[in-house]
């Protein structure tokens, strides 16, 4: 990515303190340690520390150039390069990458929701690929600075772009897609998390639409159409909308989602025609995150075919439904990167059709962030697990006692179910309670760290840890 001086201060609204406006930069940076000799350093202030602190290192490293909030710091760097004087660095960021965004004419697809964002950036971004190179949000890059600089990385040969854009807030999701402004907006459903700072699912819905206020003219909407509170929350938005998902109502509805080996197939009516597709991953869950992301890419004029060949290429993330064999015939499946009471309910479920005859355990942690819904959403976990037929039911830390308490109030037997206040209690049961012919889960919020569980019973069941595959 090339980008003149003089279009960096015109976005930013900057005042040049040395250098040529004429001048080109080779990129963006914010990080020292990944700096490229050529790109600019933007010397952002925050709660971790503050850019200023690390210009030196930046120019060490061949950046050409600085953008500083501070007038001492200016004038003392005006003789060692391009330096450029902003009232935020971070606003200047955010200003120059919206600028930047608007001189690309291709689909720029935004997924916002509670659940899903980074199934369907992936599974969509896949698809488009097969026809256009396309830019796609690296890592958690969902927020108020990674998304900036997902979009400064668009070169010119990128045919498409699929972002993620994340909140804990009303309002965030507007200011982001203030700055993407895309011509496709997916919000992939609702659901109780950050209940904490949002207060009911009712403003949840309110927050994920206002994503289709900075829509622009010809683009479209794909909302999931089996959330009441989505729908009408949309209404108030003047865009064209396409809705996914089980409902008969749903322009593109799904028809059935079974597992198929390793795989799950998914039919899947495309408007006026029906299709079944294959994904490399048995999560029936994720149906609605692939019609969701099937159906924009068949909007955008992908063919079935570039579809199913994009469907092939997903891998999921790390420790995001992962399979691991076990040696004597078992089955770890590495949910741990995070968790919600209707993906653990939806987990149990793939656990309960992978199981083909084995034991099921379900080593589940706590949720964070149900506010006031917490009790009733572990709880309801712990009837899921019950309801689902798990044969072990395994609790990790101190909100995880009630999704135990709710497995025995919904009959599941008591010697069935046992709680561990930590991750370290629990791991030294493995050796006892769990074989290698077990199908065995694994699932709990970010904050547990439960992918450290899993490597102790990686530990146990292969003598040494392997990474996920």
């Known amino acids: 990515m090339k980008m003149t001086i003089d279009f960096i201060l015109e976005s930013t609204k900057g005042t040049l303190i040395s250098g040529n406006r004429a001048d080109t930069i080779e990129g963006i940076s914010i990080d020292t340690r ?11 202030t ?10 030196e290192q930046a120019l060490a490293a061949g950046a050409t150039g600085v953008v500083v909030s501070r007038a001492e710091t200016a004038a003392a760097m005006a003789s060692r390069g391009t330096v450029i004087l902003v009232d935020n660095t971070l ?9 930047y965004r608007q001189l690309f004419r291709i689909p720029m697809v935004a997924v916002t929701g509670s659940v899903g964002k980074t199934t369907t950036k992936e599974i969509l971004a896949g698809c488009l690929g097969i026809a256009h190179k396309t830019l796609k949000t690296p890592g958690n890059y969902n927020n108020e600075i990674g998304l900036p600089l997902t979009l400064l990385g668009l070169e010119p040969d990128h045919g498409a772009a699929v972002v993620e854009l ?39 819905a309110k927050a994920k639409c206002e994503v289709l206020e900075y829509i622009i003219p010809g683009g479209f909407a794909m909302i999931n159409g089996d959330h009441r509170l989505l729908l009408e929350a949309a209404k108030r938005y003047n865009c064209r909308r396409f809705t996914f998902g089980y409902d008969e109502g749903c322009d593109f509805q799904i028809l059935a989602a079974e597992i198929a080996g390793k795989g799950a197939n998914l039919r899947l009516r495309l408007l006026d025609s029906a299709w079944t597709f294959h994904l490399p991953t048995p999560a029936t869950r994720l149906a609605p995150d692939a019609a969701a992301a099937i159906a924009t890419a068949y909007l955008l004029g992908q063919n ?7 469907l ?6 790390p420790h995001r439904l992962n399979l691991i064999d076990l040696p004597g015939g078992g089955l770890i499946i590495d949910d741990s990167y995070n968790a919600n009471p209707i993906s653990m309910q939806a987990a149990l479920e793939v656990c309960r059709d992978m199981s083909r005859g084995r034991r099921t355990i379900a080593v589940l942690g706590d949720m964070a962030e149900l506010g006031e819904y917490e009790p009733t959403g572990h709880k309801e976990v712990g009837r899921s697990a019950a309801v689902a037929g798990i044969d072990l039911l395994l609790t990790v830390g101190p909100r995880a006692e009630l999704i135990a308490e709710g497995a025995r109030q919904a009959g599941m037997p008591g010697s069935r179910v046992t709680h561990y206040p930590t991750r370290e209690e629990c791991a030294k049961v493995f050796g006892t309670l769990v074989t290698q012919q077990d199908v065995v889960l694994f699932k709990a919020s970010r904050s547990m760290k439960l992918e450290d569980l899993v490597d102790d019973f990686k530990q146990v069941a292969f003598g040494s840890k392997v990474d996920n595959v």
């Open 312 to 317: 092939d290429t997903y891998l999921p993330g």
């Open 46 to 55: 925050g709660e971790n520390g503050d850019g200023h602190d690390f210009i």
């Open 34 to 44: 990944s700096l490229a000799p050529g790109q600019l350093f933007f010397a952002l």
């Open 91 to 99: 606003a200047a960021l955010q200003a120059l990458a919206g600028s």
């Open 166 to 204: 994340a909140m804990r807030a009303p309002g965030e999701i507007a200011f982001l897609a203030g700055i993407v402004k895309p011509s496709v907006a997916i919000i992939t459903n609702i659901a109780p998390v950050h209940l904490e700072t949002m207060g009911s699912m009712e403003n949840i």
């Open 304 to 310: 079935i075919q570039e579809i199913q060949a994009g």
